[in-house]
């Protein structure tokens, strides 16, 4: 198999369960039986903000652990406001929702979590005000979204990131994912495993649905915020690991494409995709075309924090049961 093949075959699609407890318009109800009408708004024009949450089973410790929960909730929050729409609760109130949930579920296994609020009006007509919303939180058991151990090969996509003036990147607006869903596709269609994603000024931005980190003269730099990123929750937790436990600098600053052929290192991180090493873009090997030595050991200490076995990262993690 190659490298290729391998990391593909390692990304296992999430099924769901018929009979799987949802939280649906503020109650608790089987999967199957939602429905949602046809003329739905958010299904034709996008106008839905979502969040992607995960949670780690620790076998060892028969138990489930529910990771940054509320910054992703707070993040809800921020989308939901650009977008004209209110979330109906506190963030600790969607917590312990989110925790109910998983309980209810009785999963065993690493699941991702999936909220929603929507434009739930059925009606057609583009616009943000004087329409219904809705809310709901579905979870699903979940592997890995991208291959993690090997190393995955990226091009940098010919689509550019929606910009802050037209659509902006750090609200997570379903609509806005169409663009991260050409960049995917083209990527993976094209023989590669993910999409690096340039800002309409030629920048670096990030992943088709991850940050990026590269290592470059002994620092880690990642784009800033103001390049047309999603303001990640992993992002967050791994320039403070990078200054905590490997002692080295994080820069946020915008990067050329160039740059990205000339580091020594190169990760992709979020939720979904954890952290991914990258050992190739545009095929051209970054280092030593191997996973990078500060990436694994990033790697080695994320993957502990998130299954509950690091007490001084106790706090990114709730227990479910
Ligand atoms: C476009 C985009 N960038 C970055 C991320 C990473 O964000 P987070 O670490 O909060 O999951 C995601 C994942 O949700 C994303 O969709």
Redesign the pocket.
């Known amino acids: 198999m190659g490298v290729e093949t391998k990391a593909k075959a390692a990304v296992k699609k999430p099924v769901v369960h018929p009979n799987t407890w949802v939280f649906f318009e503020g109650e608790y109800a089987r999967y199957n039986d939602v429905r949602l009408g046809l003329m739905t708004h958010a299904l034709h024009y996008g106008t839905a903000v979502f969040e ?1 949450i995960r949670a780690y089973w620790n076998d060892k410790k028969s138990q489930l652990f529910l990771l940054e929960a509320a910054a992703h909730y707070d993040r809800m929050k921020r989308s939901a406001n650009v977008m004209r729409m209110t979330l109906p609760y506190s963030t600790e109130e969607l917590v312990n929702f989110t925790l109910e949930l998983l309980r209810r579920n009785e999963f065993r296994s690493d699941v991702y979590v999936r909220p929603l609020l929507y434009t739930s009006s059925e009606e057609i007509g583009v616009r943000l005000h004087n329409l219904d919303r809705s809310f709901f939180i579905y979870a699903v058991p979940f592997g890995k979204y991208v291959e993690v151990d090997a190393g995955i090969r990226c091009m940098v996509s010919t689509w550019r990131r929606v910009p802050d003036q037209s659509l902006p ?1 750090r609200a ?1 607006i379903t609509g806005s994912y169409a663009q ?1 869903a050409l960049a995917k596709s083209e990527a993976v269609e094209g023989g590669f495993d993910e999409a690096i994603v340039l800002a309409i000024d030629g920048h670096v931005s ?1 992943g088709s ?3 990026l980190f590269m290592l470059k003269d002994g620092a880690f730099v990642t784009p800033p915020v103001t390049d047309d ?2 303001e ?4 967050q937790l791994l320039i403070k690991v990078i200054k905590d436990e490997l002692n080295l600098d994080v820069l946020e600053r915008s990067i050329d494409r160039t740059e990205l052929y000339t580091c020594d290192e190169l990760l992709l ?4 995709a954890q952290i991914s090493p990258v050992i190739e873009v545009d095929r051209r090997p970054i280092g030593d075309g191997k996973v990078g030595e500060f990436t694994q050991e990033l790697q080695n200490i994320y993957f502990s924090a998130v299954r509950g076995d690091t007490p001084k990262y106790k706090d990114w993690t709730i227990p479910v049961y």
């Open positions: 992607g990147a997570k991260a990030e649905a991850e940050n990123i999603l990640g929750v992993t992002r991180c979020g939720t979904g």
